[in-house]
Each structure stands twice: as C-alpha cells, then as structure tokens.
C-alpha cells in the first residue's frame, strides 16, 4: 500500500509514475484524495459534537441543583448523539472505500525502470554459452518418459492436465535438487521455514496479491462458521506476514528465510504448444528466499538476493541471462524485478527460473510491519522475496542440457552427493 501523505503532496508523481507500469490511476488518486478530505472533514465534525455533548452533560448536575428543567438539555443529548452516530456510520463507510481504492493502487516503479511492457526488458548480463549438440537431442518430456523420470499420464489421470508424477530416481532427482538449494541458502545465512500450505485472506492481503488476484488461487471449501483458507500460491505469500503487526529493533534486522514448499496456481489462459511437460503446472515445488531490512539497506539485499539465485542456477552449469523487468511487468506489489533465465534448448529460447523483487515498504504498510530506530523514531520496514530455485524448469534443462547422445542424463556435480549416481541412464 502506498503511502497516503505521498499521495497527498505528490499526486501527479504518483499518477506519473503508475503510468509507467500501464495503470492509468488518474481518477483512482483522485478519488483518494476527495475521501480521504471527507474522511478528515467527519473527524473534525464528530470530535466537534462529542466536545458540545461533553459540555452539555457537565450542564446536567448544575440544572439539577437549580431544579431548573432538564428537558430541553436531554433533547439537546440526543440530538447530538443522533448526529454522532450518523456521523460514526458515515465515516466507516467512507475509511472503507478509502482503504479499497488504497490496496487497489499497484506499488510504485523504482525511477530507473523503463515504462512498458516485456518488449522493453533489458537483459544485465549472460553466463556461460547456449548448448551445442553433435547429434539430435531429444526435448525433456520424450527423456523424461523414456528415462522413468516423470509419469505425466498417471498425473494428468490422478489430477488433470497440469500435474505430473515424480517417479524413481525422477523424484530423487527432484529431491537432490531441491536440497541442493535448501543446503546452499542455509549456508549463506538463511534461516529455514517450514510454513503452513494453507493460509487465511491477510496473508494474501499483506503480500499485494489480494483482492486484485484472489480468483487466482486455489480457495479451500469449508464450513460456514470456519476460517477460510486458500492454498498458497508461493511461499512469499507466507513468509512476508511470518511479521505481520508486529515492531522489529534494528538489531532484529535483517531477518532472512527460506522455505520449501509446493505452490498451487491456477494458470489463465491456454498453453502454448512449446510449454508441454512441466514448464507450466498447477504444481510445482520451489524454495523462495524473503528478507525483512531497514529501508537504507534494501538495494543491498536486493542485490544478495540475486546474486543467491544467479549462483544457483551457476552450480547447476546452466547457460542463462539477468533480466531487469520493464515497469509494466513487475508484479503490481513490486517496485523492481529482476529474472533470472536459463536456456531449454528444445524451447529456443529462455525461460524464467527465478524471480528477484524488491517491494519496498508496500507490503509493510498492509501488513502494520515496522521497524523502532534506535533513536525511537518508527517506521516501515522494507520486504523482498526471491525464488531461489523453482524445479519445475530446472528440472527440464537439466535433462535437455546434459543429455548425451545414448539417451542418457549427466547429473551435475553439485547433485551427486544427494543422488548418489552421475549418470542417469534406461
């Protein structure tokens, strides 16, 4: 959520700087602005009468004492408590259209993206060279079925199309990877979280999801007089509100995690024919990194972060390209993104593995997330998140990267020790 002071003294910056990420927030800011000067005008208004009712009650034991006649008194209190609680309702019903119009407005670009959509996303940097074969490589659903590796008619009969089965040294596979990430963030500082895959409506309301995307989701169905849940559609959504209303020192800070958890997501539209197999699922498992920090050290930790993701994907031996996101295609919670891309050869082209947010103080402040200063002063707290990895396009390059001309599967070295095999063959 954006800050209503900043709206107030800068609202054709605010509406300037939306316009870059395709929002055209005009009349949005604007009627911000008209409630919130309604908001303040009731206030003002209510504390006024409630002064009036507290002098006109200090009025009662004097007429009593003077055996004077109190009628005109009690009418004059109930005609005042009559406008006060018209003015009450009034004023809730104003705060909430405000704090509708308030969470509905996207986080801010940083001033250095450029405006528009993926057309204008400008790749920082590339390791390493695309893959040569000396022979006909096969794409990774034909290895994967020919290797055992993935059952996708038995997911797609237990589930539906979207959802895959693990199978054998497929899941081991899986599993290696997964610990090979999990092993590497804890080294570098990360305390591990193991977090509830079903979440109650704040968590999706503090992470900027909510009420824009909520139809989004996987909802659970539960009885009426049960809290509602849905299912998480990554473990950001989670981690980012481990400090919901809560005051962190700046001792406290940075907090860092990582959890491993499989994300649910209902993906919109069709799929295209490059996207079979695993790249696009209802499904899919993934280790995300979250960080908590004081406001001056945000950009530093951005750059930790994905520096975390870019030495993964490095350890793995994958060819793969940084991308700073244009303004319009960061997520509406986001004031920076960068992805990181590695290369499926049968794809011809690069596929997003990780991506690198900052939000700033946007999901502190719908989350009540702050930070005392030393000095006593508070404020919010800054929040960034980072895939560090999603498998479910790992995995795919994995096969098709180190496939060899037999059929068989290289297992990078840095998996060996959790699979226990450096090559995986029929």
């Not at 994995?398 to 070295?413: F, H, I, K, M, R």
């Amino acid at each position: 959520m954006l800050d209503i002071k900043y709206i107030k003294e800068c609202p054709d910056e605010i509406v300037a700087r939306l316009a870059k990420k395709g929002k055209d927030a005009r009349e949005d800011v604007e009627m911000i602005l008209k409630l919130d000067t309604e908001r303040r005008a009731l206030i003002n208004e209510t504390e006024a009468l409630k002064a009036d009712q507290n002098k006109t009650n200090k009025l009662i034991p004097q007429y009593k004492k003077e055996g004077k006649d109190l009628s005109a008194i009690f009418a004059e209190m109930k005609e005042l408590g009559a406008k006060v609680k018209s003015n009450d309702e009034k004023l809730k019903e104003v705060e909430t259209q405000l704090t509708s119009f308030m969470l509905g407005l996207p986080n801010l670009p940083d001033p250095d993206l450029k405006e528009g959509g993926k057309e204008n996303n400008e790749p920082l940097r590339y390791f390493g060279e695309p893959k040569n074969f000396d022979f006909e490589p096969q794409n990774h659903v034909d290895l994967c079925t020919n290797l055992g590796l993935i059952d996708y008619k038995r997911g797609a009969k237990l589930s539906g199309n979207g959802f895959w089965i693990y199978s054998g040294i497929g899941a081991r596979l899986e599993w290696a990877i997964l610990n090979y990430f999990i092993d590497t963030h804890i080294g570098n500082g990360y305390q591990l979280m193991l977090v509830p895959h079903m979440l109650g409506y704040e968590c999706g309301l503090t992470a900027g999801q909510f009420p824009k995307f909520q139809d989004e989701v996987y909802w659970m169905e539960t009885a009426e007089d049960e809290r509602r849940r849905f299912m998480l559609p990554t473990a950001e959504t989670a981690l980012v509100s481990l400090h919901r209303d809560e005051i962190l020192t700046e001792a406290d800070l940075p907090k860092k995690y990582i959890s491993y958890t499989p994300c649910f997501r209902r993906e919109a539209g069709s799929y295209r024919a490059d996207e079979r197999g695993m790249v696009r699922g209802h499904q899919f498992n993934k280790v995300e990194m979250v960080q908590y920090t004081l406001p001056e050290k945000s950009d530093e930790a951005f750059d930790e972060l994905v520096a975390n993701a870019e030495n993964l994907v490095k350890g793995l031996g994958f060819h793969f390209r940084t991308v700073k996101l244009a303004a319009a295609d960061c997520s509406a919670s986001m004031a920076r993104t960068y992805d990181i891309e590695i290369n499926i050869p049968s794809m011809n082209g690069y596929k997003e593995v990780s991506s690198v947010s900052n939000a700033r103080d946007y999901q502190a402040r719908r989350g009540m997330m702050r930070v005392k200063r030393d000095n006593g002063k508070m404020e919010y707290l800054h929040t960034l998140n980072g895939s560090g990895l999603a498998t479910s396009r790992i995995f795919p390059a994995l096969v098709e990267q180190n496939q060899n001309a037999d059929g068989s599967v290289t297992v990078p070295e840095v998996l060996r020790k959790y699979i226990g095999i450096d090559v995986i063959k029929k």
